[in-house]
């Protein structure tokens, strides 16, 4: 292989023997390169996002609900918390009762909204999902200070204190301390509006809900479970169990097992234990697909990028066809031929794919790190190496070194890290806007090292592909035409 | 055919067409003739007769319609490619019109190529054991290569032009490093297609007289085409082909 790689190597180089490169390799390869880091970055974005998500979910939600068939309620909760409690993969469990009402605030006519009431045990409730963590302001749900100053003010006897969404507080118009009417039970005949007086009940906001979850923000409500119980007239019975387990990826063999420990009767109805998984598989399952159009479209990216190998090698063997008829004269064997070709090929794939995967790296770093970045009017630095560059075409007569050659390299990729470093920085979803639509914050990359190899691997398999037949083409001149070809 | 023991080269019955569609066009039709080991042999005859082509043929270059070339009573045809391509670079020089050196590469490095090109297995077949000893070989190789090429760059008296560029050479010394590289295997044979047919009367003098210093000092069998009369004249032998074929009156 030493002719062919001695022969390849000097191909790769421009005529010119000043340039490190040839001009057409440097195309040839930062197309690969671009092809490449942009696949590692739209993936580790899609990546971040669905991680992102995940962990929020997670750490906001039970990991199995246990319900009946038609929410229907139940009783003995206690002594069924227990039980699944004593399995080994579950944390804690904690009672629910969980359904939806229409509500108005108190100085309002007529229902607002309709959202969903979450009636818990607090100190159960904290170890399930991490409930205060998100609450601003207070979680006593009876003896709050802020109930007996509504109280005072207000005409209407209070129930209880509730902890509403804080978007959701927004959208009603009301703040800490006032008065949220529920409309609990609606008559299911129909109502005639002007004889209709609903049976209503009045909580106090004690405090705001604000989770990374824009889905609890916009339509939670939470009351004491025991206010709950009174709400629906179902003193001591329960309607859902929520779930935490030591690790959320068993969910799926966990929830049988949950559902088999804790035995209904027939009379009870049919339990339904559903996994944060199938709660959201929507979602995931759309992630999912996203995934796979963005690795297929890339995958085409890196496709255009080989043809453009495919391109340059074609031409090479056209400008070298005489070379060609030399070295069969000289006694190069068709494969010999070929090997040459395919090696200049593969070097430009090689060199393209890791240039593209340290800059894809580079980006998702940069994308993520929120280290502070130098002004960017330092990044006019960057500007130096144009003025550099114009000594040097002044310089060009003079010979000079390979080493400075090399240098001057270095330089420019020095220039060009650092202007990247100063303008490329974690896109703020906040300042687009978008940041309750994706539920977070700035736009997340997490990069998934599999992914990283698995293209490197693809991005050189296609490359090297695209060798083939230029590599071919050259290695089946014929000899003799070869020679005379102008 | 009493000589056959003593020939190096034998060519026997060849015949070679073109074909333009369905029109055959015959350009050899039968050549016999053969080569004697250190002999300078021209072949000579009219445009378009088809010297070259025999020529091509004898480099296995180009294959025949029907006939064949033997060296050293092998048929070389029979070869598959990758056999042929070795006995091409280990037993046959070219020297063509143009010089046909490569513009990437150097003087020296277009001498060196051919044993560069032919490198692994001659080492191997040196030391064929270990691959330490391979290691050492192919160090000991390299150098010795250019030790190779630089002494014969020095033989046709460009010592000084080895770093050039062949597009930093003049016409005459382009074809002398091609004379240099055509010698660099030590092949039996080297074949040459009108070598001074590109050059101005002083260069070509040049070049034809280190043909034949090579001829005299080393031995090398050589066969050239030419109609250039001069050298034909110099010749030990010429072989005169007319419509196809080996002319009787040229015949020894």
Not at chain 1, 129 to 148: C, E, H, K
Not at chain 1, 150 to 170: F, H, K, P, Q, Y
Not at chain 1, 215 to 223: A, K, L, P
């Amino acid at each position: 292989m030493k002719f062919e790689w001695f022969v390849a190597s000097r191909y790769l180089r421009s005529r010119r023997k000043q340039s490190f490169i040839s001009l057409i390799s440097i195309i040839s390869i930062g197309g690969v390169a671009l092809g490449v880091a942009t696949v590692i970055l739209a993936i580790a974005v899609l990546n971040g996002v669905e991680h992102g998500l995940k962990e929020r979910f997670l750490a906001n939600e039970a990991h199995v609900v246990l319900m009946l068939h038609g929410s229907d309620f139940f009783g003995g909760y206690t002594q069924r918390i227990a039980q699944i409690e004593a399995l080994d993969e579950v944390v804690a469990a904690s009672p629910v009762v969980y359904s939806q009402v229409a509500v108005f605030p108190e100085h309002s006519k007529r229902i607002q909204d309709v959202i969903h009431i979450k009636g818990i045990e607090p100190a159960k409730e904290d170890i399930v999902t991490g409930f205060s963590r998100f609450v601003a302001g207070s979680v006593d749900f009876q003896n709050s200070p802020l109930i007996a100053k509504a109280e005072r003010l207000s005409d209407n006897t209070v129930t209880g204190g509730i902890v509403l969404g804080a978007r959701l507080a927004d959208r009603l118009g009301i703040v800490k301390g006032d008065i949220l009417r529920l409309v609990v039970e609606l008559q299911e005949h129909p109502i005639n509006p002007d004889t209709f007086i609903p049976d209503l009940s009045n909580f106090v906001v004690i405090g705001l809900y604000e989770s990374e979850l824009a889905v609890y923000d916009n339509s939670f409500g939470f009351i004491h479970i025991a206010a709950a119980q009174k709400l629906y007239n179902r003193a001591n019975r329960v309607n859902a169990i929520f779930v935490r387990l030591r690790d959320a990826e068993v969910a799926p063999q966990a929830a049988p097992r949950i559902t088999d420990t804790v035995q209904f009767s027939v009379l009870e109805g049919l339990p339904i234990a559903r996994t944060w998984m199938e709660v959201h598989a929507p979602l995931f399952a759309a992630l999912r697909l996203e995934k796979t159009l963005t690795v297929v479209i890339e995958a085409l990216i890196i496709l255009v990028a080989a043809f453009n190998i495919a391109s340059t090698l074609i031409m090479t063997v056209m400008e070298k066809t005489r070379d060609v008829g030399t070295f069969r004269t000289l006694g190069a064997s068709r494969g010999s031929i070929m090997g040459i070709f395919m090696i200049q090929g593969s070097v430009i794939g090689i060199l393209g794919t890791l240039l593209g995967t340290g800059l894809g790296l580079t980006l998702c770093w940069l994308l993520s790190s929120n280290s502070l970045r130098p002004s960017p009017w330092w990044a006019l630095i960057v500007a130096m190496p144009v003025l550099l560059q114009v000594l040097i075409a002044l310089r060009r007569i003079t010979p000079r070194p390979g080493g400075f050659k090399m240098a001057l390299w270095l330089f420019w990729l020095v220039s060009i890290g650092f202007g990247l470093y100063c303008f490329v920085k974690p896109i703020s979803l906040v300042e687009l806007g978008l940041s309750q639509i994706y539920q977070m914050n700035q736009l997340p990359i997490k990069v998934n090292w599999f992914f990283v190899g698995f293209i490197n691997a693809l991005s050189f398999l296609i490359c090297w592909l695209a060798t083939l037949y230029p590599a071919w083409q050259a290695a089946n001149l014929n000899p003799v035409e070869a020679l005379q070809h102008e | 055919m009493t000589h056959s023991r003593e020939a190096l080269i034998r060519i026997k019955d060849l015949h070679k067409s073109y074909y333009d569609g369905e029109a055959e066009l015959p350009v050899l039709q039968g050549v016999d003739f053969m080569v004697r080991p250190s002999e300078m042999l021209a072949i000579v005859g009219a445009s378009g007769v088809g010297k070259s082509t025999l020529l091509h043929i004898l480099g296995a270059l180009d294959r025949p319609t029907a006939g064949t070339v033997f060296y050293e009573e092998q048929d070389i045809f029979t070869f598959p490619d990758k056999a042929l391509a070795r006995f091409r670079n280990e037993h046959i020089g070219f020297v063509f019109q143009f010089h046909h050196l490569l513009p990437e590469f150097t003087a020296l490095e277009n001498v060196a190529m051919s044993a560069i090109l032919g490198g692994v297995t001659q080492q191997s077949s040196v030391h064929p054991h270990t691959d330490k000893a391979k290691e050492i070989a192919s160090c000991y190789d390299t150098r010795s290569v250019y030790t190779r090429a630089q002494e014969l760059l020095a033989y046709v008296g460009l010592s000084e032009r080895q770093e050039h560029y062949p597009s930093q050479l003049s016409g005459g010394e382009r074809q002398r490093v091609a004379i240099a590289r055509a010698l660099m295997n030590q092949p039996q044979v080297v074949l040459a297609d009108e070598p001074t047919g590109n050059l101005d009367s002083r260069s070509s003098e040049a070049v034809l007289e280190l043909l034949w210093l090579m001829n005299a000092q080393a031995g090398q069998t050589f066969v050239i085409v030419t109609h250039n009369k001069e050298l034909a004249e110099r010749a030990d032998r010429t072989v005169h082909l007319v419509d196809g074929k080996i002319s009787t009156a040229g015949k020894w």
